[in-house]
């Protein structure tokens, strides 16, 4: 039967596809945005971004020297924690695997605090962006990044859901442990993983089990 509905009629494309959608997602090919604050402007010539916390040495770039590192091309779904997913989003930046190539990072760092003009931050585990998992979007379907959609950087996580891709990104600090960011001090999931449906903080494992312990 499977090999009889896989064959034609686009069955095999729609199957694929829906495999791709965590629980509770739908699919949408419209690009929302979702901004808790208004849209900063930054202009490119103060435009900087750091990286400090539990690292030997900080180490900042200007828009142009971040514009110079080696950067990469990323298809991937993205999943917005307000339901909404798309399907192979275009983009190009640097990982964090080139940023961290720039840092000697202390043996304690386990979390990383993400910044951003306009004062948003969100948290993210250190291997959470390792290994091609993170990376600065500097460009969205070929074109520069849009100020709505966090442009002139944004930070890309896509295995977790959207509100851990900071819009607007400045800076990331090396943590030795985890704290919450905006979103997870009101109540959000400290991980935030779409295939284990990690929406709120009641949804985290480790939640869960610090219940059990009291
Ligand atoms: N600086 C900043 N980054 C942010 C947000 C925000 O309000 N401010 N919202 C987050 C949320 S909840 C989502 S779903 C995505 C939305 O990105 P988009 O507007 O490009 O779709 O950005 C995330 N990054
Ligand atoms: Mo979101």
Redesign the pocket.
Same mark, same amino acid.
């Given at each position: 039967m499977a090999a009889f509905f896989n064959k034609g009629f686009g069955r095999k494309r729609e199957s694929t596809a829906s495999d791709r959608i965590p629980p509770g997602q739908y699919e949408t090919p419209d690009?929302?945005?979702?901004?808790? &604050?208004p849209t900063p402007r930054i202009a490119l010539a103060n435009w900087t971004f750091k990286m400090e916390g539990l690292i030997e040495e900080p180490v900042q770039w200007t828009w142009e020297q971040f514009n110079a590192l080696p950067q990469q091309s990323f298809t991937t779904d993205i999943h917005?924690?307000?339901k909404w997913s798309k399907l192979d989003t275009k983009w190009e930046g640097v990982s964090f695997d080139t940023l961290l190539e720039h840092v000697k990072l202390l043996p304690e760092v386990s979390h990383i605090m993400a910044y951003?003009y &306009?004062g948003?931050t969100?948290n993210v585990p250190l291997e959470g962006l390792r290994n091609s998992k993170g990376f600065i979007g500097l460009r969205y379907d070929g074109k520069p990044l849009t100020p709505?959609? &966090?442009g002139p950087a944004?930070l890309v996580v896509p295995h977790l859901y959207?509100?851990k891709?900071?819009?607007?990104v400045n800076r990331l600090r090396f943590m030795e442990e985890d704290e919450p960011g905006f979103?997870e001090r009101g109540g959000y999931s400290m991980y935030g993983d779409p295939w284990k449906e990690q929406r709120y903080r009641s949804d985290d494992s480790d939640y869960q089990a610090s219940l059990n312990d009291d």
């Open positions: 690009f929302p945005v979702l901004s808790a &604050g917005c924690v307000t951003s &306009g948003y969100t709505e959609h &966090g944004r959207f509100w891709s900071a819009k607007w979103w």
